[in-house]
Structure formats: structure tokens, C-alpha cells
Nanobody, 119 residues
Framework: VQLQAFGGGLVQAGDTLRLSCATS????????MGWYRQAPGKERELVAI???????NYRDSVKGRFTISRDNAKNSVYLQMNSLKPEDTAVYFC??????????????WGQGTLVTVSS
């Protein structure tokens, strides 16, 4: 199983970015999907998660600005980021709990995509 994230880049404060993450491999089912981020010198933190039924949860600092969504048919998760701030600068990692051929649910991580927001 592989998660491939893309969509990061260099933007100015107030701009918009959309991150995408596709899951490939021997996938039987996907539970929770989400996005984490890690800023330089800081620990990785949860940004948003979404359950298999579509219920989202966000960290307080991104509520009202970020929207997480998923396409179960494409085994993909997305993060729409509006009104970006310099403090959103980080490497963003996608995450998914995946059931594979042995019917065991395991967590998988994408490789990360860099988001840089200039002031």
C-alpha cells in the first residue's frame, strides 16, 4: 500500500492550496483518513481527519479555513486550504488506516508535501 500526496507549493498569505492524496496497492477498505503537518523544529500535529462516513474533525487553528474531504471510489483524501497563514508553513503528510488482503487494518503515511506561506 502506498499513499502519494501532492499539491504543496509556495504561496502568499491569504492564498489557497488544495492537497490531494491517493492510496494505491492491495486495498480492501479504508477507515480514517487525514492530514498531519510538521513545521521545522516542531512535532508532527494533526490538522484534520475524516471518517469513512465523511465526518470531519479539525484542529482549532484551521477551523473555518481548511476543509477535508474524501472520495471513497478513488481511495483519496483532499485538503482544501483557504486563507493560508505563514504559521501554516509545514510539510503536510496524508494518513490512512487501510485494510489489506489479510483483513488487518494498519496505518499508512504518505511521503509529505511542502507548503510554504510567505507573509
Amino acid at each position: 500500500v502506498q499513499l502519494q500526496a501532492f499539491g504543496g507549493g509556495l504561496v502568499q498569505a491569504g492564498d489557497t492550496l488544495r492537497l490531494s492524496c491517493a492510496t494505491s496497492g492491495s486495498v480492501l477498505g479504508i477507515g480514517i483518513m487525514g492530514w498531519y503537518r510538521q513545521a521545522p523544529g516542531k512535532e508532527r500535529e494533526l490538522v484534520a481527519i475524516i471518517g469513512s462516513g465523511g465526518t470531519p474533525n479539525y484542529r482549532d487553528s484551521v477551523k473555518g479555513r481548511f476543509t477535508i474531504s474524501r472520495d471513497n471510489a478513488k481511495n483519496s483524501v483532499y485538503l482544501q486550504m483557504n486563507s493560508l497563514k505563514p504559521e501554516d508553513t509545514a510539510v503536510y503528510f496524508c494518513y490512512a488506516v487501510v485494510s489489506t488482503v489479510d483483513f488487518t487494518m494498519r496505518p499508512y503515511w504518505g511521503q509529505g508535501t511542502l507548503v510554504t506561506v510567505s507573509s
